[in-house]
């Protein structure tokens, strides 16, 4: 029995302007456990029900027509899910695979057929995935030949730990969820201060979402707002924005997925910068190896 509470589908049409062309760069699907088995050793018990298809129905009542579809960790490098999920979803929606040793170069192609545009790395511990040093190296180097990008999963001052291995990385990086920072602490916290380093390399990017988890708030989250402003305050070019639907091991009451993109509303007033974040910026990171 999955402990967490369940995602919700009441998404009201949200009460801020909602750029036309916008992006929900992650969201995780799952399905039928018998067709889309978990891996043992996951580290939780995915909705049965968050399909696709409720994916694509969150977006649409959420107004989003774009994005990114990201293999969840309970699936490990099982893609059958993340394939079959692209094949529905159709050409405005790309893929993120998990990728290592175990998985082939023929895997690759066929991916990359289907859509697949990144590769996703869970060094957070917790999640019971992660990727030696030197097995991230070779598949960094697989996966520039197809030249997706890279997104990199940890957690606090676990990011410290890996910033010389992030440094070797050419590719376009996608720092995920606001790199599960501590909001209390602010931007200048030691992990901060290392995203501002990579991000001032040019080829590393924010993703500025799971504010909310992390909030003092259970609702309303305005300490959430506060955090995400400054963040794209300090780099509007770099961040990109998810609802990382369908929100697994979530502790707060459920919020609306339009309760979240409200979030980012409320922390980009000014519309230009929310076009920023919603539209320009995924459309340059993602379109830039889609064709």
Known sequence: MN???RFRSDNPKPRFEI???SWDCQVHVFGDPARYPVRANAAYTPFPDATIEAALAMNRAIGVSRGV?????????NHQILIDA?????PSYCGVAIVNDAVSDSDLARMHAAGVRGARFNFWKQLNIAPSADEFRRS???????GWLVKIHNAGEAWLEIEDLLREVDLPVIIDHLGHADLSKGVDQPA???????????NFW??????????AQEQGWDDAVAFVRSVIDRAPERAIWCTD???VQYLKPMPTDTELIELLCRATPDLATRRKVLCENPLALFERSTH
Not at 86 to 90: P, Q, S, T, Y
Not at 192 to 202: A, S
Not at 206 to 215: C, D, L
């Open 19 to 21: 750029p036309a062309g």
């Open 86 to 90: 692209l094949e529905v979803a159709g």
């Open 192 to 202: 901060f201060q290392m995203f501002w380093r990579l991000i001032d390399r040019g």
């Open 245 to 247: 639907w369908p929100h």
């Open 140 to 146: 960094i180097q697989r996966i520039a030949k197809l």
């Open 3 to 5: 402990v967490f509470e």
């Open 206 to 215: 924010m993703m500025v979402s799971n504010s909310h988890r992390y909030s």
């Open 69 to 77: 579809v990201v293999q969840a960790t309970v699936h490990g490098t």
